[in-house]
């Protein structure tokens, strides 16, 4: 049994973590780390559970106790965290931020399973992706790898409510949010910078480079992902569809091979032959693509759930790679279709 | 023209009364008072009214250049208001708050055009009803005059999200509320207090009386109106059933005839021969009233916009009316139907 | 292992059935029939489950390689299905159709387990209860057994859009319903016959006869179960109120304690402490009960998933109930809660 | 007052266009056609028009004592009908379907007010553009005009359900389309056309042909609208995202003001300095744009009320126009907001 100990325990992922992992055969969950609700039963915050554990919060941190440790605080805690706190070397750390998903003066792997499995194997530390930038990725990897986006990439992608956190807000109000439709931070989401890095790594060297149009000096040259983030009147899911323009024409079939062959040994990212729906995916740890091409443009289409494949079904999905477990462990989740 | 003042007007009515006004065609609006807002275009706080109106928030209140003024405070501060300003005798308060609905050493009349046409010609000071007052009432009233309430009342009652105002919590947050239903308040409801005031003030004198069962040292005996409120997950709306139960077995044609009856010269309130559904009145001034009878049960559906029928709406149809105008004037609305 | 044959698995509830079973770790799906997708996979016409499983529709029947049949037929089908073929005695069927609910000429249990355990665990043929059936009786059953129910019952209950089945209808129509809140059926419901034989069952002898509204002759008169069922604008889950009153003013912890102990060993229904909301059931087997006590009026609020708890969950936790396995195999869902 | 007879009057656009004319200040409606509907109230078939207009259906088409006839037939009948009737020189024609919408062998003008003021005004026979065709080109058609569009164009539109019509089919079943997304006819959508041969007939000669995707032979080279639609889970709406690339960087404040300028005389369509909500134009005849710029690329947002500015809106704008009349008469309408 994996014992795992988890920090930010009371919010939106911490609690949908604790919903995974109680069903999970091979984790135990030591500690659910909670400075304001220490005490309190888990079933009393967050919905869904009473009935399935009696789990309390607690404000202690046993790290000494436990294997892996999750982060399910909000963006920038995690470092703050760390410089605060000591982690024992051989307890493993799974960071839902974004605070260690850039490459620099630290040793945290990409949590990509599609693409760094063989890392994030191997790796102690380990920061999991945003859920539009999985989304997005999903959709380009394989041409990205083929060398393929040597074009402005039109990427239009669609998330569920879920994506804003938990605090109201104007914009998470039902009596706006209901039956409406908007746009937001358009072409300057903050995922850029992971989606970029990984293009490039991925890229064959002769391939030219995508420009991350959040950096500085950006003129709109270059092969960029013009990013446009749509908020749905939905509570899960994200939707994308991903337009890229080749230098020739291809052949349909030969694209959808290349996507089927990359996606062929993936636990959960499928290439689906028909038109996808959202709630496919809805409540599962998929990832779903389809492909279709007209001249020299190919569309994609892919989508995810933005709490389980776009963060903590993900971050579970990398505990198994971690721990040499099942990767589907925990995660053969009924989907709700409906 | 009715020259017209708002106080409040950067809230949630005073935005709804606003896109009513604009469009009335014997009102002028002399002023839309907002402290917070004073200098801002109304079309940058409402949605909706880009290009309709230039109009513009101030933070002056000039009651002497208005026929009537709107209070669209939140409740517990028009008298609040009224104590630290002075308005001219002769401007008419159209309150849509709660502070003078139940009868007491004031000389605010209760806006039911359905029962007090008359008095709210002839009022200065009116009382504009709550929405799920308003909506109940519309099923009980006929019964009510007939003297037929005689036993307890089930009320079951759904309401849209705008009932909820503006500020965002934790029961108005998309992700919680979407596909999700609830109760609250249940038997508790401060509405009942106008209800049961209503009921009894229209029965004949030797109908039993209804207990208002939000009184102290109530013990659920006598008739009372059993009141569940629950949190649709849709926007606008409310509706409601109503049971009650009468000492005989009726005839149904006789029910029916009593509400068509009833309802025959009200300018917003139908019976309809058909089951209702909550959209055939979204958006517009109009209550729908059906009735079905089971044995001695009838069976009461009834139906309203709670913005409007149940709030704004009425405001200006008790407006129409105190100044002698059609008073379906400025509420000839088309429905949304979808 | 449990080998399992579906009838009618390309249907909606055959659907839901498959994706329960393809996780259930003592089950093997022997055969999915369906005349019309036979050669199908099942992922092409069921949402949700490419990836999980490449299980194929068959036109055949092979009975005798199974231990149980699901009938996942619509109402009134199975009993001409059973005319015209001949299932080997020693394999158990469960019918999820309202066919052989209600005591007759056949041997079929009523599989409600929170009061059939026993008879369920012992028996060949099972009758699974009906959505709203379900939820209301979970509802009531602690009163009636109690012989509380002396007088009329308030039932009103709200179903999400699957209650209706998979058939595009003008009831149905996103255009229509989405936002929208409408009655049918009121007090004419025909899963009222077997709520009343279940309340009339399981009450103490001298407590009065629930009367069947449906029943010919019936004059209002006697207890009776006055159900208004609401067509909710969300897409799975059923949310009941029911109001009971007593004789007598009880004690609230009375009440409270006698639904807590009712439901001490029941695998998937549970007393809350805390007001309810519908999305903390959907996509689990879950009942949940509140209750609330004003004067002589005791207020249920009672839950479940239509679909799980409500059709094939209780259905599944019929099976394992009857081939000894535990209770709850198979149906540890992870809730949506969003 | 205009004499309007109405053909398709039992459809859905047929009902909101009866909805926007009976309270029209300058209009008699003289007869509303179904056949299968004739002798039968409006509002026993139209929702929300209860207790508005006693308007009775009929089988009769006097032509002779209207002065414009609405065709609310579906795609492809209009032709149909009038190679059967002959409507009289005088009687003018306004088609709300697609039939004559491309130039060819007759004299319908395309009814888009913002481009072709003059000629709606002096036409007999109008066609109305469609819902998305509509929205598009008020994204696009500044930028068309000053010679601006030289690259290909990325259009990504959100319809709402009412765009799917009135029969009930799998993708407009509630219970598969709430909390789903899904795209649809990507990149061959048949408005493609009527989009393509605006923005060839507005451009200066110097600029280059949009090519038209659906033509044969088409091979993805040239000016394209790379147009994806998508079906969104509400109701009533569409919101558009149009990105431009040109051929330098333009300043920010330059494109604006191309935006202002164009639309400064429009009825209906206004630039907004902030970012849109679908729900501030749902229920409006308004089209709303906004432009943000990136380097060398434009993106503007557009949307519109699909049954409205989108369909008979703009077909009573048209009307309004044709006979001389305030182009918004009848169509100020209270925008929902909520």
């Given amino acids: 049994m994996v014992r795992v100990g988890i ?75 760390l410089k605060e706190h000591s982690i024992p070397a051989n307890v493993k750390i799974i960071d839902l931020a974004q605070d260690f998903r850039i490459k620099g003066d630290h040793d945290y792997v990409y949590g990509l399973p599609e693409i760094h499995k063989e890392e994030i194997a191997k790796c102690q530390h380990l920061a999991n992706p945003g859920c ?86 950006y003129e709109a040259e270059g092969v960029t992902v013009d990013f446009i983030p749509y908020r749905g009147d939905f509570a899960r899911g994200i939707f994308c569809t991903e337009v890229v323009t080749l230098n020739q024409c291809p052949v349909e079939n030969d694209i959808v091979a290349l996507y089927k062959n990359f996606y062929e040994g993936a636990a959960f990212t499928h290439y689906s032959d028909k038109a996808l729906d959202l709630k496919q995916v809805v409540n599962t740890n998929k990832g779903l693509v389809h492909v279709d091409v007209f001249g020299r443009k190919v569309v994609i289409t892919s989508m995810i759930d933005n709490l389980l494949k776009g963060a903590v079904g993900q971050a579970v999905q990398n505990m198994n790679i971690m721990f040499g477990l099942d990767e589907r462990a925990g995660l053969n989740l009924k989907a709700s279709a409906f």
């Fill in 132 to 217: 539009f930038a999985t989304c997005i990725q999903l959709g380009l990897l394989p041409l990205a790898k083929a060398g393929l986006l040597t074009k402005d990439i039109a990427v239009n992608a669609i998330t569920g409510s879920t994506g804003a956190g938990q605090k109201p807000s104007a914009t998470t109000h039902f009596s706006w949010r209901d039956n409406n439709f908007s746009v937001y931070k358009l072409f300057t989401h903050q995922h850029l910078h992971e989606i970029c890095q990984t293009l490039n790594e991925l890229k064959p060297a002769e391939a030219p480079h995508v420009v991350d149009t959040l950096d500085e000096g």
């Fill in 7 to 81: 920090l930010g325990a009371a919010g939106y992922t911490g609690g949908e973590l604790i919903r995974l992992l109680i069903n999970h055969p091979e984790v135990e969950i030591v500690f659910a780390n909670s400075e304001s609700n220490a005490g309190n039963k888990v079933y009393d915050v967050h919905e869904g559970l009473m009935g399935d554990t009696e789990l309390v919060f607690t404000s202690e941190m046993p790290f000494d106790q436990v294997d892996v440790v999750f982060f399910c605080f909000g963006h920038g805690k995690s470092e703050a965290f």
